[in-house]
């Protein structure tokens, strides 16, 4: 199978956030933290007797803060992986993948990911070490395509529900 793709920061984002909710327990405590912290301070802030509303909906600009913070710092990423940038032609067969861009050929075999994960938007796959992760967008498959790379990803790898 032969995928040929360009990563933009839209979909960097997406990846990075599905690899977020995915990975680990503690990655997924990452991604929901706004969210816990922004319930927790309504919920502190309707404790006391005498409700205060700019304590309340202070929150707001706090929470929009962490949320934007976390969209730059998907950015930066992405503007420090110049690799993505680059046009990808991607094979896969049942020794693993192959994958060309303008900077050189890299071959990895099936061993080097531990699992992979699907949304809407994106394929990814999770690397053994760390936490890097291979995304491979779905704006650039077509339906047969995608039928096909989700069946060779299941049969290799174990997928995240």
């Excluded at 405590?29 to 007797?49: H, K, N, T």
């Excluded at 205060?52 to 929009?64: A, E």
């Excluded at 032609?89 to 080097?112: C, F, I, M, Y």
């Excluded at 760390?130 to 997928?159: N, V, Y």
């Amino acid at each position: 199978m032969n995928i040929k793709y360009r990563i933009n920061e839209r979909e960097y984002r997406s990846a990075a956030k599905l690899e977020l909710r995915k990975r680990s327990r503690w990655t997924l405590l990452e991604y929901y933290m706004p969210y816990i912290f922004a319930i927790i301070w309504i919920a502190a802030s309707l404790i006391p007797d005498d409700f205060d509303l700019l304590l309340t909906l202070g929150i707001i600009p706090v929470f929009m803060a962490i949320l934007w913070m976390r969209r730059g710092r998907f950015g930066r990423d992405y503007q420090r992986k110049r690799n993505f940038h680059l046009l990808h032609s991607l094979d896969l067969d049942r020794n693993g993948l192959r994958l060309e861009t303008t900077d050189g050929t890299a071959r990895t075999t099936w061993a080097n990911y531990v699992k992979f994960a699907e949304d809407s938007d994106n394929f990814v796959l999770f690397l053994k070490n760390g936490h890097e992760f291979f995304p491979i967008p779905k704006d650039h498959l077509t339906p047969p395509q995608r039928d096909e790379l989700e069946a060779m990803l299941a049969s290799r790898l174990p997928r995240v529900e």
